[in-house]
């Protein structure tokens, strides 16, 4: 887009400016592709407009070995928990001037920004070689350990002290939190133990830059290995034109790695799906030519086939398609002519989705209903809903999740359907949900890792289990698949065991050749769990009852405190409706003498009651860990608060709920409970706030 600095305003502000304020002179603007870095300097993008102009040839990169060892990068191990990679280059005799200089820092700003994302994948350091001696070493130290001058300071800072100068720092607060949590600091040290940079957050004054460097040594630390060489291959091809040789590059060895360069691979491509692919009919020669003027080189290998070799500079060239789309650019898509094809044709639609597309219209006219659900779905539904430890292991998981909802792609569908039976309870029964969608699975031999499977799910939710509903879904879903129920060439069931499932409701599929290809099973009911849980709370308060018993009820202390405090309560009840709204203050002192009295036998009865408390609590504890382990491991109720992990305490909320009241219903139906009139006449009391203190073992 061209334009002026003095146009640019004037549209923003809607007003016309006197060519005195602002300069008339032509501005380009450029749209840059986000994959092609090398065009995000002035040097990169230059040099592509005069290859494409056949102004110049496309440079050819030289990797020189020195007449001495390699600069060499040790990296220690300590590193794999903060940055694990490092890459390396250097540059010998650069040149710069004031403007170079200012592209060269401009460029690595813009890297970090983009590929590098904020410095989160990869970070940049440029050192003055000539300042610095190797082997340098990459390791991790703690913080207090970290001691430098970090770049346009005057004094020394530990990285403790570096991360609070810092903070209120506009252009480096930002990458503090990449490290601050970390228990050690990624730092890069020379062979003399003078610290070069602390990546990704700051380098070294020592080996500061200026316009007087003559040799540069360029090091990229990284989470992403193939992030950093991308960086690390843009910076030296943009700026080795300075260098004595241009567009010669010094490698740097890495411990781990022959070479920290990545290698420069050929690759062969056919014209004819050129052609095919971008709509023009052009020769070899043509799009070699072409492909010359992109920066590639291209050789015609036959009438048919070019070599093309790819430049460090062009990572973003992945496939032959990227190679179509660089022939297309270079000949101009405007020359594409339209026209309308020799022949009308309809697209074929797709086996596998025919036949699910088949599938459904059948089901949904058996009378099932069809859900949807997210490909995305939490750890637990995979794991803990379906008591499938092992499930996670097998689960594709998403690096950077935004909610608890969306941890990992589904590797079953039967979790959704059981959400959508969860929010559908409201419904009027029988409730039948089928889905018909992909699932994704590990595989170790797809280019990506992972693959799609397509599966069919059905559910059915009654007050009954409906084994032979669901029974009669799948032989009606064979039938259309034209698979006949025989253990010769058909289908079958037999027995099988599987957590998910209830125990003896649970049978697989086997199809023709004896491959089990589904489950036919009643769902586990955590309903049983939690009746169990409840048995076992009865019990429990039973225990507790049959011990104060033991050690208090039956005690003639405790009855004759107990009656006491009932003739106490009365008597003091009868007293204060006598008294009512009298003012008289003989009366008042006597009701305030009896509230005291009734005070201290109360008193006297809790602490004799404290004595079956201590034995209840042993109990209860006792029994809590013994069925505590019974249940370990499996979700019996949903609690009215979010955990890390719902297995951790929804058995000891649920026990101990019950627990507490059976227990309180217990003691009202045995008439140990106080009475209402002792309730009262406690409320002013210290012992209630006592007794709620010890609410589990009332």
């Known amino acids: 887009l061209q334009t002026s600095e003095k146009a640019i305003v004037e549209k923003e502000r809607g007003q016309a400016c006197s060519a005195n304020e602002l300069c008339d002179s032509e501005v380009y603007k450029i749209d840059i592709p986000a994959n092609r870095y090398d065009l995000l300097c002035v040097e990169g993008l230059s040099r592509a407009l005069k290859v494409f102009k056949n102004e110049m040839k496309t440079p050819n990169y030289v990797l020189k070995r020195p007449k001495g060892p390699l600069q060499q990068i040790v990296v220690t191990a300590q590193t794999a928990a903060v940055r694990p990679f490092v890459v390396g280059a250097v540059l010998r005799d650069v040149s710069f001037n004031a403007d170079s200089y200012a592209s060269f820092i401009d460029l690595q700003d813009k890297l970090h920004q983009n590929i590098c994302r904020k410095r989160t994948l990869v970070a940049i350091g440029t050192h003055d070689l000539d300042t610095i001696s190797g082997p340098f070493k990459y390791t991790a130290d703690l913080p207090k350990d970290i001691r430098f001058i970090p770049l346009n300071q005057t004094k020394e800072f530990t990285a403790c002290e570096l991360m609070e100068l810092y903070s209120t720092d506009s252009h480096l607060k930002s990458y503090l939190p990449i490290i601050r949590d970390k228990e050690r600091y990624p730092v890069i040290y020379d062979a003399n133990g003078i610290v070069c940079s602390m990546p990704p957050i700051i380098n070294g004054e020592h080996s500061k830059i200026t316009l007087q460097t003559k040799n540069i ?86 009438d048919n086939t070019l070599k093309i070799t790819i430049p460090p500079t062009r990572h973003d060239i992945l496939h032959e398609c990227d190679i179509a ?96 039976l ?33 599966r069919l799910a059905a559910v059915y939710y009654n007050k ?8 009669g879904f799948l032989d009606r879903v064979m039938r259309l698949l034209d698979v006949n129920p025989s253990k010769e060439g058909g289908y079958y069931i037999r027995a099988c065991d599987n957590p998910t499932f209830f125990p003896g409701r649970c049978a697989s599929i086997v199809a023709p050749g004896g491959t089990a290809v589904g489950v036919l099973a009643v769902t586990f009911p955590m309903l049983s769990d939690c009746l169990l849980i409840i048995a076992i709370a009865l019990c429990t308060a039973l225990a507790g009852e049959g011990l104060t018993y033991l050690l208090v009820y039956r005690s003639d202390q405790y009855k004759r405190l107990k009656a006491e405090m009932e003739k106490k309560t009365k008597k003091l009840e009868k007293k204060k409706q006598e008294v009512g709204e009298a003012v008289d203050k003989n009366a008042k002192k006597r009701l305030e003498r009896d509230e005291e009295r009734l005070k201290a036998t109360n008193r006297d009865m809790s602490m004799f009651k404290m004595k079956s408390m201590f034995a209840i609590g042993l109990a209860f504890t006792a029994l809590l860990s013994t069925f505590n382990s019974i249940f370990d491991g499996r979700v019996v109720a949903r609690l009215p608060f979010v955990g890390d992990d719902m297995r951790d305490c929804s058995f000891i909320f649920l026990y101990i709920l019950c627990t507490m009241t059976i227990r309180q219903n217990l003691q009202k139906a045995l008439g140990f409970a106080p009475s209402r009139a002792m309730n009262r006449q406690q409320g002013s009391s210290w012992a209630p706030a006592q007794q709620q203190q010890f609410n589990y073992f009332r």
């Not at 411990?255 to 014209?271: C, F, G, I, N, Q």
């Not at 692919?277 to 070899?284: E, P, V, W």
């Not at 559908?424 to 031999?445: T, W």
């Not at 009954?464 to 669901?470: L, P, Q, S, Y």
């Open 464 to 471: 009954t289990a409906g084994f032979e509903i669901v029974h």
């Open 422 to 454: 969860s929010s559908n309870r409201d419904m009027p029964l029988p409730l039948k949900l089928f889905e018909l969608q992909d699932v994704i699975l590990k595989d170790s031999e797809s280019e990506v890792g992972a693959r799609n499977e397509r």
């Open 217 to 302: 040594f360029i090091e990229a630390t990284a989470t992403d290995l193939q992030k950093a060489i991308v960086v690390l291959d843009t910076v030296v091809t943009m700026f080795s034109q300075y260098c004595a040789q241009p567009f010669t590059i010094e490698p740097v060895e890495v411990l781990y790695e022959k070479d920290a360069r990545k290698e420069v691979y050929p690759m062969m491509v056919r014209t004819c799906e050129i052609n095919t692919k971008i709509g023009f009919q052009l020769d070899a020669q043509t799009m070699a030519d072409l492909l010359t003027r992109m920066s590639l080189k291209a050789v015609v290998a036959t």
């Open 325 to 420: 789309e660089d022939v297309g650019v270079a000949y101009g898509f405007n020359k594409l002519i339209l026209r309308l094809p020799e022949s009308n044709t309809v697209a074929e639609a797709f086996p596998l989705n025919k036949l699910s597309e088949l599938l459904r219209g059948e089901v949904a006219a058996a009378g099932w209903t069809e859900a949807l659900n997210f490909a995305l779905c939490s750890r637990d539904d995979i794991s803990i809903r379906l008591r499938d430890d092992k499930a996670l292991d097998k689960a594709v998981h998403i690096s950077n999740p935004k909610t608890q909802e969306f941890q990992v792609a589904r590797s079953s569908l039967l979790p959704g359907l059981m959400k959508t």
